[in-house]
């Protein structure tokens, strides 16, 4: 059972560069969201999705998109990298209001 | 707003002595929360939740917390430290809004254990 599966790993970028953080849920958990940890601020929310079709702004949503065509996968697209955006980013999928986290994928926009 | 406070950014223990780490929540309602904990280079695990009934929930890994709605607290707290508990600790609240769950993070505190 996988779990929360987030790629790459790591990645850097250049600004003005666009890129897709992959993430995939095998659990068929309708909610899915995605965090990034900067230090000193914890994880803060930046999009979700409560299931196929549906996503809403979190609380810093700007300089990103997402769409969620399937169940399983929720992407997070960075249309045009800025160095604000160089941070570790977690995906999470929810089933009876319990979070499960991937492993994270660090990014550096230089 | 919901808000958390982990009000220590930095705690150091040595191996075998108690821990406590604090948290404090802003939240209207009852509040969902959650102590989440990160190795280095990890993703998060959950180590307890409370969501309702008794206010002294137990977690893995010999972790508990306590849930004082008069002080607006959940602290986390092991009799005795391993050295492999060192490691960032985060406490969140959440709430369902619409069918979404939505978490809100402290800041964390770093837990570094003394040999």
């Known amino acids: 059972n996988a779990g929360v599966t987030q790629t790459p790993k790591f990645q850097v970028l250049k600004t003005g560069q666009s890129m897709t953080l992959q993430c995939a849920q095998d659990m068929n958990h309708e909610y899915m969201s995605w965090y990034r940890q900067d230090p000193g601020m914890g994880l803060r929310l930046i999009h979700y999705s409560v299931g196929a079709g549906i996503t809403d702004q979190g609380e810093v949503p700007n300089g990103y998109n997402v769409s969620r065509s399937t169940t399983e996968d929720f992407p997070l697209r960075l249309l045009s990298a800025a160095p604000s955006q160089t941070s570790v980013y977690f995906c999470?999928?929810?089933?009876?209001?319990?979070?499960?986290f991937g492993a994270g994928t660090r990014l550096s926009v230089l | 707003a919901q808000s958390v406070t982990q009000p220590d950014i930095h705690i150091t223990v040595s191996e075998g002595a108690s821990l406590e780490l604090r948290c404090n929540y802003s939240?209207?309602?009852?509040?969902?929360l959650f102590w989440y904990v990160q190795s280095p280079g990890q993703g998060l695990q959950l180590l307890l939740k409370y969501f309702s009934g008794d206010t002294l929930v137990q977690g893995i890994k010999g972790f508990e917390a306590e849930f004082k709605r008069s002080q607006s607290s959940f602290n986390l707290r092991k009799p005795s430290v391993h050295w492999s508990d060192a490691a960032e600790y985060f406490c969140?609240?959440?709430?369902?809004?619409?069918?979404?769950?939505?978490?809100?993070f402290g800041q964390g505190t770093r837990l570094t254990i003394n040999p």
């Open positions: 999470a999928s929810s089933h009876s209001n319990i979070q499960y």
């Open positions: 939240y209207g309602a009852t509040p969902y």
């Open positions: 969140a609240v959440g709430e369902v809004i619409q069918g979404a769950q939505k978490l809100v």
